[in-house]
């Protein structure tokens, strides 16, 4: 599946009355369908463009794309933060943080979250969770 093709799917379920579950039922046919790393750029470009849609707590997304976190997922969170913060993804960095374990690394991405509060593209949200 290309990353058009997921942009597409997760475009047909953004004005759902109910994502969260709508979310959960797509996350279950790319498992299926053996989606995998590929998934993240798209999901996040649309958590970009969607910034008040809730995703859920955190959300059947958030867990999907979580699972690649030795596939560069933490490389890919942090280019979407620089772009266009917005609430969801600042909560999925804070995750990462709290379970990273190398210092340095710890650091980095703190430091990638308190930028969010000079970053033009963040919404208000993003900007009070950076504080």
Avoid at 15 to 23: K, L, V
Avoid at 64 to 90: A, D, N, W
Avoid at 96 to 121: C, D, W, Y
Wanted: with cysteine.
């Amino acid at each position: 599946m290309t990353s058009q093709d997921l942009a597409n799917q997760l475009q047909h379920i953004a004005t759902s009355n109910d994502f969260p579950s709508s979310s959960s039922t797509l996350v279950q046919k790319w498992s299926a369908n053996g989606v995998g790393s590929e998934a993240v750029e798209p999901v996040l470009r649309f958590m970009e463009a969607h910034p008040d849609i809730d995703f859920g707590t955190p959300g059947a997304l958030v867990h999907f794309v979580e699972r690649f976190r030795g596939c560069q997922y933490t490389e890919h969170l942090v280019e979407s933060v620089k772009r266009k913060p917005t609430s969801i993804t600042m909560w999925m960095l804070n995750r990462v943080i709290n379970g990273e374990n190398e210092a340095g690394s710890k650091t980095h991405l703190i430091a990638v979250m308190r930028q969010v509060s000079h970053n033009p593209f963040a919404d208000a949200d993003a900007k009070d969770l950076a504080e």
